[in-house]
């Protein structure tokens, strides 16, 4: 199942699964019109990786998220994970939104607690509650409602809510999207850190051309509406990334182009 | 948090405001005013001949003397009394204004008559009723008390029970809405008379009646605050392995709550309007059947004594309900302003 054992998890296995996305469309109907958002995507990623989709804003990248995540189901095409058709939502694939949705009328460790709450196994595993709010540094606000939190804090109760469940995959649909530039690049690396020590497969939504570098080991840069792929770029760097490495200022470029914007470089 | 501690006992130590002459006319001032008010209202029972024979206005002058000690020692030891001394010096402009118009009350009644008498009787009557008749009153507010809790904890549990429902189920939703559409914007009282035939006994049918008065409202907020759940909410909870109990249970119902306490609290006026109207009509007992009564016999004193403990009564209701709120609500501080 998906709990790890704390054995286990003391050795950094990967714990990744594999995803593969085969001849994925979907649509949605507005006002009687079929609206096509995703034209017969094909990704396999492997276990453990790190892949950062781009694209142009509406152009479906978050569509292809919530298909992952098993809150929608495609039109046509199938998806997998560890070969295992995705027909719902499981906490092995944990969503954290743009938003942080933390739920107001819950404390942060009983924010952080849902998923294990949900599937029932809070009583005994109250201590990986505890873990995962060290984890992301806010063992100081364990008792503080949402709303005392700053934008940067109420993300990474999010982050943690995700991390609790011990996800295979962890999708990320634009999480540092709202906050302001510095606490992003400081939660880009704590991401990466995180990612690093825990193993898991993480399929990150972004339109920040630099943050899909600086995390992803893929990136996939995606067409206009209805989305392909467009071009599957391998990031060859170490963790960790230098902004200014002229590899990365080369891909960056190569990416804007990708995607239309040659002129702005 | 033991940081915090170590300072607040420091600052304990500051000196406490001592009974100087300038204090006299400042946060003392207000204090002896409002003693001396009621001082005057003590003393205006007890040596001023009445224009009519009522038998507690030595009581009550004796009454109004003692409130104006205890007004005169709070005053000056409310440094002393922690948050009961607080709450006094905070209320005492109120205790100015209130003896006054007890005052002016007794002295526009019982001393001169400029009111018509037996219409507008004097505190010291009042102060009767409530010495005299006391079984009688006891009796009525426990029956409309046991009425009332009775029929709104019915009403409030179908009615929140009936809102989660339809908001969340379409299909419940498609046979329920055009009934409360119907239904619910009808007057509770207009049931009355159906109501006090077709039930099995009167506190049957006023049960019903201010059950029904209570669920419309809290039906229909918790349909909308449900429905008004974001669906990012589920979204979340449904991707960490939500079953559809919990969305329900721990989703759907804490995010409507704020709701759901704006229809408890519209229910509970609309219901004390109903149950004094049936206990006027139908029900032999209650602080509505009292007033009734007491008209019956002109008893003017009765009727203001009872309207009196019904507001005390209705207002103690919402503040209960509030209370709860307040505590239920506790996330709800800092996010919208009560």
């Known amino acids: 199942m998906v709990v790890q054992s704390t054995a286990e998890a003391i050795t950094y296995p990967a714990v990744g699964a594999e995803l593969d996305i085969e001849g994925v469309s979907h649509a949605f109907d507005i006002d009687g019109a079929t609206l096509p958002v995703l034209d017969n995507v094909n990704l396999s990623i492997a276990p453990g990786e790190f892949v950062a989709l781009l694209g142009p804003s509406g152009c479906g990248k978050s569509t292809l998220l919530r298909l992952v995540a098993g809150l929608e189901k495609p039109r046509s095409g199938s998806l997998r994970e560890d070969d295992v058709r995705i027909n719902g939502p499981h906490p092995s694939r944990v969503v954290v939104f743009q938003d942080p949705t933390l739920f107001p009328w819950r404390s942060v460790w009983d924010n952080v607690a849902l998923g294990l709450e949900a599937q029932g196994i809070l009583k005994t595993q109250r201590h990986r509650v505890d873990a995962v709010i060290e984890l992301v540094g806010l063992s100081a606000f364990r008792n503080a409602y949402p709303h005392q939190l700053s934008g940067g804090m109420a993300q990474r109760v999010a982050l943690a809510r995700a991390l609790v469940n011990d996800p ?27 990612w690093q020590r825990k193993g898991f497969t993480t399929l990150l939504v972004t339109h920040d051309v630099e943050e899909a570098l600086v995390l992803a080991n893929r990136v996939i840069v995606l067409s206009d509406r209805p989305a392909r792929i467009k071009a599957d770029i391998a990031v060859q760097r170490p963790y960790p990334r230098h902004r200014g490495d002229p590899y990365l200022a080369d891909l960056r470029k190569q990416i804007l182009g990708l995607l239309g914007l040659e002129a702005t470089w | 948090m033991s940081t915090y501690s170590v300072s607040d006992t420091t600052a304990a130590g500051s000196p406490r405001a001592a009974v100087t002459f300038s204090n006299l006319s400042g946060s003392y001032g207000v204090g002896l ?52 001394g607080q709450a006094l010096r905070k209320r005492a402009p109120w205790l100015v204004a209130f003896g006054a118009f007890v005052t002016l009350w007794e002295v526009a009644t019982a001393k001169f008559a400029w009111l018509p008498l037996p219409f507008f009787p004097p505190p010291q009557s009042i102060l009767e009723v409530y010495t005299d008749d006391l079984p009688k009153l006891l ?43 119907f239904i619910g914007p009808l007057p509770a009282t207009a049931w009355l008379p159906i109501a006090f035939f077709t039930f099995p006994s009167s506190w049957s049918a006023s049960t019903f009646l201010i059950a029904l008065a209570t669920g419309f409202p809290v039906t229909v907020l918790t349909w909308s605050g449900v429905a008004s759940v974001s669906s990012a909410y589920y979204d979340v909870a449904r991707t960490l392995g939500a079953k559809p109990s919990f969305l329900v249970l721990k989703v759907a119902i804490p995010a409507a ?45 009765n009727m203001y004594a009872a309207l009196i403990v019904m507001s005390l009564l209705c207002s103690g209701a919402i503040t209960l309900l509030f209370k709860t709120r307040d505590r239920l609500l ?5 996010v919208v302003k009560w």
């Open chain 2, 139 to 181: 009796d009525s507010v426990l029956a409309s008390i046991r009425l009332q809790l009775g029929g709104y904890l019915i009403g409030a549990t179908i009615g929140f029970i009936t809102g989660v429902s339809i908001g969340w189920s379409q299909k419940i939703g498609y046979w329920v809405h055009p009934v409360l559409r």
């Open chain 2, 330 to 334: 506790v996330w709800q501080k800092g």
């Open chain 1, 168 to 194: 295979k995959i962890l999708v990320l649909d634009e999480p540092l999207g709202k906050l302001d530039s510095l606490t992003r690049i400081a939660m880009q690396a704590e991401l990466v850190a995180l």
């Open chain 2, 33 to 84: 005013a409002a003693s001396f008010v009621w001082l005057a209202f003590g003393l205006s029972c007890l040596y001023w001949p009445d224009v009519g024979d009522w038998s507690r206005t030595e009581s009550l002058g004796i009454g109004a003397i003692v409130i104006a000690a205890f007004i005169l020692f709070g005053t000056f030891s409310a440094d002393y009394l922690g948050s009961a």
């Open chain 2, 257 to 301: 709550l704020p709701h759901v306490f704006v229809g408890l609290f519209m229910g509970l006026g609309s219901s004390f309007a109903v149950l004094v109207v049936a206990e006027m009509i139908g029900v032999k007992a209650g602080l509505g059947w009292y007033l009734q009564w007491a008209q019956g016999w002109a008893a003017y004193a």
